[in-house]
């Protein structure tokens, strides 16, 4: 049949090649009038090179060993300078938030224990006192631990802000005689009128500087008592040369040097200061604390099954009403 066509005849797009499959079905294909059998070949050759490309596409899989181990070096130093920009903004955020929560008065100053009268005072310590031995303290030892009213300062009258700053003038006011004695330079050395309890060292530093303009010309040294500042026979030495009027610190450290031999002296005290306007980053008090609170009940008053023998006399003298207590 094909020595019958003509040399110039096109197939119409209507004609079809019909094949046999295996099952006898024929399928049809349009044919293009304007492409060769050649274009046909074409077009199944970029078919099979397309998918050949696709399979040997480039991967991490595949690449080489220096330039991936080069790779990972790069990403673990961008890891490594990121966690440390967070670790230096957290820091930054924590310094800043330490700062202010220094210099700002009690945001809610009703919800200080210091600005109760004396009896709700008592009340509020006994529940410390609670929370600090456990509730199967009996009856006999809970009677023993307690501060009789008579010896709390009723400092509820002072309305005024209460912040490491205004701590001399709250004394002048509340506990004037105390404001007189340091005026005058103690006779004995290591021999405190007054003992300021702060909770943590920064506190301590700073209400040495802000107590300094108590002692006037006359008056003895404001102590700084911590443990990072110095050790305890350091501290011994510098109290047995010195003439102390205050001696401000955390409640730990003061208890030993209580305890100690040469240490702090208890001829001349006459009050206990309580820092209960400080707070801490989670709005504690001194008290709030769980270990500072047994600080203070165990090491400067001396109580509980370990209370220091020092804080046992300090206790001694607060219910023979030789010295009073004083929340701040």
Request: one cysteine or more; hydrophobic letters at 35%; proline letters at 6%.
């Amino acid at each position: 049949m094909a020595d019958d066509l003509e040399p110039n005849f096109l197939l119409d797009q209507n004609v079809a090649l019909a094949s046999d499959n295996e099952e006898g079905a024929t399928s049809t294909l349009p044919i293009n009038p304007h492409r060769s059998l050649e274009d046909e070949d074409d077009f199944a050759l970029e078919d099979e090179w397309s998918g050949l490309n696709a399979q040997v596409s480039p991967s991490q899989d595949s690449e080489d060993p220096k330039a991936a181990k080069k790779r990972k070096k790069k990403e673990r130093q961008r890891e490594n300078k990121a966690k440390k920009r967070r670790l230096q903004e957290e820091q930054r955020e924590t310094t800043a938030s330490s700062k202010v929560e220094d210099e700002s008065p009690d945001p809610t100053p009703s919800s200080n224990p210091a600005n109760q009268r004396p009896p709700d005072i008592v009340e509020y310590l006994v529940k410390m006192q609670h929370k600090t031995f456990g509730s199967g303290i009996s009856a006999l030892e809970l009677a023993d631990m307690l501060v009789p009213e008579s010896s709390i300062v009723d400092a509820s009258q002072y309305t005024k802000s209460r912040t490491k700053d205004t701590l001399p003038e709250f004394i002048r006011q509340v506990a004037p005689s105390l404001y007189t004695r340091l005026k005058d330079k103690p006779k004995s050395n290591g021999a405190p009128v007054a003992l300021i309890v702060a909770g943590a060292a920064l506190r301590v530093a700073d209400l040495v500087r802000s107590c300094r303009p108590l002692r006037g010309q006359r008056g003895g040294e404001i102590a700084k008592l911590f443990a990072k500042h110095m050790k305890v026979a350091e501290q011994v030495e510098y109290l047995k040369q010195t003439a102390v009027s205050v001696a401000i610190g955390t409640p730990d450290r003061l208890g030993k040097l209580l305890s100690a031999e040469d240490g702090l002296k208890l001829t001349n005290l006459e009050y206990i200061v309580l820092d209960m306007t400080h707070r801490d980053a989670k709005n504690r008090t001194l008290l709030d604390i769980p270990e500072t609170r047994k600080e203070v009940f165990a090491s400067l008053f001396g109580q509980g099954s370990t209370g220091s023998t020092g804080g046992k006399a300090v206790m001694q003298r607060v219910k023979d009403g030789k010295t009073k207590l004083l929340l701040y």
